[in-house]
T-cell receptor
Framework: DAGVIQSPRHEVTEMGQEVTLRCKPISGHNSLFWYRQTMMRGLELLIYFNNNVPIDDSGMPEDRFSAKMPNASFSTLKIQPSEPRDSAVYFC?????????????FGPGTRLTVL | GENVEQHPSTLSVQEGDSAVIKCTYSDSASNYFPWYKQELGKRPQLIIDIRSNVGEKKDQRIAVTLNKTAKHFSLHITETQPEDSAVYFCAATLGNAGNMLTFGGGTRLMVKP
């Protein structure tokens, strides 16, 4: 069974460009999470969805960031315009639901570099 | 919100020795505490977890203890091996908000052969 799939695995872009990160959760999982990992701030939860509906986006750093989940098997995280301080590894994770016992499974991550 | 502190940030041990990583949390309503292992360039992966109604849980060489009164929990790795070298993250649920997690800052464990 395939795990969480993310694309691209690496992205290098120039400041001001739009960046779109993609995630396919584990089939049958109803909850999806977007995290950002940096050396300075560690692992931060940006936003999470349940049944394709955004539940909490309080971790999204600013209006330049947006996320969508048009269906149960696909989500995007968009940064427009991108800035050098957005450079980080972005992880997507999915879980069966939002119950305490529901483990979050992480994707391989997208390493974003904004020049 | 929840705040999770993790110590130490780096830990170096000799192969065969034990390693202990400690975390404290702030929200007394937190009731689930997973530990993730992240190898270099890889994704975080769950290695063990503990719920608030249990004081200790063991899985082969890995154990986790929880002290709810003091609001701290620890990861214990015995008979360390070079393949245990990785960054370990503790996490705690955000009060009663299901499986929403706040992560600690991570501990880089290095096991010297």
């Amino acid at each position: 069974d395939a795990g969480v799939i993310q694309s691209p695995r690496h992205e290098v872009t120039e400041m001001g460009q739009e960046v779109t990160l993609r995630c396919k959760p584990i089939s049958g999982h109803n909850s999806l999470f977007w995290y950002r990992q940096t050396m300075m701030r560690g692992l931060e939860l940006l936003i999470y969805f349940n049944n394709n509906v955004p539940i909490d986006d309080s971790g999204m750093p600013e209006d330049r960031f947006s996320a969508k989940m048009p269906n149960a098997s696909f989500s995007t995280l968009k940064i427009q315009p991108s800035e050098p301080r957005d450079s980080a590894v972005y992880f997507c994770a999915s879980s069966p639901g939002l119950a305490v016992r529901d483990t979050q499974y992480f994707g391989p991550g997208t390493r974003l570099t904004v020049l | 919100g929840e705040n999770v502190e993790q110590h130490p940030s780096t830990l170096s041990v000799q192969e065969g020795d034990s390693a202990v990583i400690k975390c404290t949390y702030s929200d007394s309503a937190s009731n689930y505490f997973p530990w993730y292992k992240q190898e270099l360039g890889k994704r975080p992966q769950l290695i063990i977890d503990i719920r608030s109604n249990v004081g200790e849980k063991k899985d082969q060489r890995i154990a986790v203890t929880l002290n709810k009164t003091a609001k701290h929990f620890s990861l214990h790795i015995t008979e360390t091996q070079p393949e245990d070298s990785a960054v370990y993250f503790c996490a705690a649920t955000l009060g009663n908000a299901g499986n929403m997690l706040t992560f600690g800052g991570g501990t880089r464990l290095m096991v010297k052969p």
